[in-house]
T-cell receptor, first 111, second 114 residues
Framework: LAKTTQPISMDSYEGQEVNITCSHNNIATNDYITWYQQFPSQGPRFIIQGYKTKVTNEVASLFIPADRKSSTLSLPRVSLSDTAVYYCLVGLSGNTGKLIFGQGTTLQVKP | SAVISQKPSRDICQRGTSLTIQCQVDSQVTMMFWYRQQPGQSLTLIATANQGSEATYESGFVIDKFPISRPNLTFSTLTVSNMSPEDSSIYLC???????????FGQGTRLTVV
């Protein structure tokens, strides 16, 4: 499974757009990119997954350049409740859910 | 979408004792996974629990310390054996959701060993 590198922490203010970039230089052809969110005292929660270009859902957007060696999670207009740790993972489609977590990015949203 | 129930949610245990953590999924899944999250750290995969066969452990984790049961397709247990304060962590179970790298997680068991 490809290793990922993310910033350890980020600060933002309410209402701003937050972009968290993840590097995965050794991503394999069949790997998908997935982001999870973890609040204190809770298990991680799936946010979004993509393979290439752009994916958008009701929570976030995921931008993946053509070389797929990085990806950017975009959170529009964050609120205090978006304060959490965000994990970027890469892995095979159909890998049955075995996940290898990197260090994650702690996002602190300030009022 | 699947729901995972994990219990206990927390416990304080004496060193040298063992604790069994239960994980129940509301739908059948082929594999379940157990993770450890030490204070302030990321999640580390302990093992993959396969129904009908022995669990597959990651490097650094052994069956004698973390025995796992998987009696059916919706249930698994993880036992933390002969506990020491270093075992104080959050233990989480997960199950795959669809394909790719999607999974559901339980809410975790916060274990404190004194």
């Amino acid at each position: 499974l490809a290793k990922t590198t993310q910033p350890i922490s980020m600060d933002s203010y309410e209402g701003q757009e937050v972009n968290i970039t993840c590097s995965h230089n050794n991503i394999a052809t069949n790997d998908y990119i997935t982001w999870y969110q973890q609040f204190p005292s809770q298990g991680p929660r799936f946010i979004i997954q993509g393979y290439k270009t752009k994916v958008t859902n009701e929570v976030a957007s995921l931008f993946i350049p053509a070389d797929r060696k990085s990806s950017t999670l975009s959170l529009p207009r964050v609120s205090l409740s978006d304060t959490a740790v965000y994990y970027c993972l890469v892995g095979l489609s159909g890998n049955t859910g075995k996940l290898i977590f990197g260090q994650g990015t702690t996002l602190q949203v300030k009022p | 979408s699947a729901v995972i129930s994990q219990k206990p949610s927390r416990d304080i245990c004496q060193r040298g004792t063992s604790l069994t953590i239960q994980c129940q999924v509301d739908s059948q899944v082929t594999m379940m996974f157990w993770y450890r999250q030490q204070p302030g750290q990321s999640l580390t995969l302990i093992a993959t629990a396969n129904q009908g066969s022995e669990a597959t452990y990651e490097s650094g984790f052994v069956i004698d310390k973390f025995p796992i049961s998987r009696p059916n397709l919706t249930f698994s247990t993880l036992t933390v054996s002969n506990m020491s304060p270093e075992d104080s962590s959050i233990y989480l179970c997960s199950a795959p959701r669809g394909g790719g790298t999607e999974a559901f997680f339980g809410q975790g068991t916060r274990l404190t060993v004194v």
